[in-house]
């Protein structure tokens, strides 16, 4: 479920960390649109804010998820709904007239699948089978010998 990746070889680490800048950016901006307060208190905002962004730049490695949103073509017609409702402006028409998101691109936040009128997006390990065989794993009645205190007698 998870990789490891290498910072200088991975698109989306850096896609992130302009993210985080960009996100920072807006930080000092609305550090300095947050209130009348002295410079010293806005620059204090400002490097904090930078330290922020520091702590992903000087990451040899991250983490990330590997759930990446992914188009059938075969049931895709170039609705566009997708390339609308995703944040990140990953998923676009290719030259065969049909979605297509980069995974390198993509968040893994989901919205698109839900979004997706003919159902053509699956998140790669969260599919509908896998959310219902979660939900049925929950749903199954617990082991009473289990030595939970509430199991207890
Ligand atoms: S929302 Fe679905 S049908 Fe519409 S463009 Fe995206 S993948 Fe294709
Ligand atoms: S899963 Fe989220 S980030 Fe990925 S393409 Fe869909 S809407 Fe965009």
């Known amino acids: 479920m998870k990789q490891n990746i290498e ?6 680490a850096l ?39 520091m702590k992903i730049l000087c990451k040899k490695e991250m983490i990330i998820s590997a759930a990446k949103a ?7 017609s170039a609705c566009l ?21 980069p995974p390198s691109a993509c968040m893994g936040c989901g919205i698109c ?13 969260c599919t509908d089978d896998q959310i219902l065989a979660k939900i049925d794993a929950m749903l199954e009645p617990t082991d009473s010998s289990f030595p939970f205190p509430g199991n207890a007698g």
């Open 81 to 101: 709904l997708c390339v609308c409702v995703c944040s990140y402006g990953a998923p676009f028409i290719n030259e065969d007239g049909v979605s297509q998101i």
């Open 15 to 53: 896609s992130i960390i302009f993210a985080n800048l960009v996100e920072n950016i807006a930080l000092l901006a609305r550090s300095l649109a947050h209130s009348p307060k002295f410079i010293e208190e806005t620059v204090t905002m400002a490097k904090s804010a930078g330290q922020q962004a």
């Open 70 to 76: 992914k188009v059938d073509p075969e049931k895709c």
């Open 7 to 12: 910072l200088h070889t991975n698109i989306q």
């Open 113 to 125: 699948v839900s979004e997706c009128p003919l159902r053509a997006i699956t998140l790669k390990h």
